[in-house]
């Protein structure tokens, strides 16, 4: 699609982040732009997420804190509206809603939680300003009291939806960390290790592959769903028990990420893997389930050669971090618009969909702590 650009810091900060802030901000309309046609065109509906709310409310609060003119105004944007619209008068958050306000999908979601409380942490450390921090402490109340699961971690809605996921766990592991980085609330950490006890014992196998789908009690989940091992996650956890070692002093967790990367990086590299992008879904022995490649798999993998290269100086990583960066540009992301191509098949040609604005929040986050690590610089 197109060449990584030659200083990614600059190209995040002054095309990819002030593009998107035109495209999915309007102070005139209440919360943000959900998908783009697949030419770019943000698509007109009333239909409103939480998730994306949060993730957005993220993502220009991360901006403003790389020095992006005009994201601040659109985190607050942002923020109004997660938090007087999105979240009802009970003091809960909706699956989705209106730009008036009206209910569309009433089930408070844990998904959606997850990254309510990781938007409001960022929003803190953007701004300084607790009153985020008072509403993220009432987020966590409602967890603990009305969707704790008593055999560990938490309901997935409001519903009590099968099958139980890991992948909200991660997320509000990401949540309390950056939560713990702005709040002394020792809560926070202490949660996140919870969090951390209940993937290694539960959502571990024995061959050290991280299971998707569960049933109640934590056992896999029956059928072809049980089976389903995605590299994208062992790359995300892979990068989060990094930052968890750095935050808590656990070798655990680093013996974790360790493996988690492994297993990963063995289907990156797998003979049959041509294109060597992550690739959506395997089996606990590595056959492909599902060939095709999303866009968010791969910043996932940048994410985790970064946390390879600060925490374990890794040369392989930084060789690794190069060749992936040029791929996911070759492939999904447009250097000139800062649109991207959501998904490729087995062959490696576009799916053509609607680009969702939801998966700007991994690519932001992955291209900053690339830059974060290496300066920016392309070539590591």
Known sequence: MSTAPDDLQSWLTTRLLPGWIARAFDPARPGFVEYLGPDGTPE????RTTLVTARLTYVFSHAHLLGVPGALAAARHGLAFLTHV???ADGRFVHSCTTHG?????????YDLAFILFALGWFAKATGETDALTIANDVMDFLDSELAHPAGGFREDTLGTQPRRQNPHMHLLEACHALAAVSPNPRWLATAGRLVHLMQQRMLDGGGTLGEFFGEGWTAFPGPRGL???????????WLLYHHERLTGSAEARETARKLHAFGQRQVDAPANSLRLVVNEVD???????????LWPQTEYLKAQVARIEF????????RLDRHLR?????????????WVNQLDD???PISERVPVRVLYHLVLALAELCRVTKGDTAV
């Open 228 to 238: 389903i091992r995605e590299p994208g996650h062992h790359f995300e956890w892979t």
């Open 44 to 47: 007109v509906s009333d239909l």
């Open 284 to 294: 606990p022995a590595g056959r492909v389930l599902n060939g095709a490649a999303l």
């Open 86 to 88: 999105c979240r009802g």
């Open 327 to 339: 791929l996911m540009f070759r492939h999904f992301v447009d250097a000139k618009s800062g649109i």
């Open 312 to 319: 374990e100086g890794d040369a392989d990583a930084a060789v």
């Open 347 to 349: 062959q490696g040609r």
């Open 102 to 110: 009206e209910v569309v999908d009433g089930k408070t979601d844990f």
